[in-house]
């Protein structure tokens, strides 16, 4: 096999190898449902996730639900909750509170 083949064949196998690693490494390390709300908050609030607090998931009788408090970059902050079967998140903004 002449050099040339041997290189090209290299080069085809390694881009092969990074364009089926990328899409796992694109994916964040938080639970799938962090990162469905931090794309429902960039799209609906133009907000860019700085942070997630107090997150919670669990189960509400048949059904599964989530909850979180994010800060955006921006200083903002909104919680979130979702119960399924509902695919969208409920986002309110923090507000401050008055006892």
């Given at each position: 096999m002449s050099r040339f083949r041997t290189a090209l064949l290299g080069s085809a196998a390694a881009a092969m190898?990074?364009?089926?690693?990328?899409?796992?490494?694109?994916?964040?390390?938080?639970p799938a449902w962090l990162d469905d709300l931090g794309q429902q908050l960039?799209?609906?609030?133009?907000?860019?996730?700085?942070?997630?607090?107090?997150?919670?998931?669990?189960?509400?009788?048949?059904?599964?639900?989530?909850?979180?408090?994010?800060?955006?970059v921006d200083g903002r902050m909104f919680d979130a909750s979702r119960t399924e079967p509902d695919k969208k998140f409920t986002i309110r903004p923090c507000e401050v509170a008055v006892c």
């Open positions: 190898c990074a364009a089926a690693l990328s899409p796992a490494l694109s994916q964040s390390s938080d960039q799209t609906e609030q133009e907000c860019a996730v700085n942070y997630f607090l107090n997150m919670q998931e669990g189960q509400l009788g048949a059904n599964r639900y989530y909850e979180a408090r994010v800060q955006c």
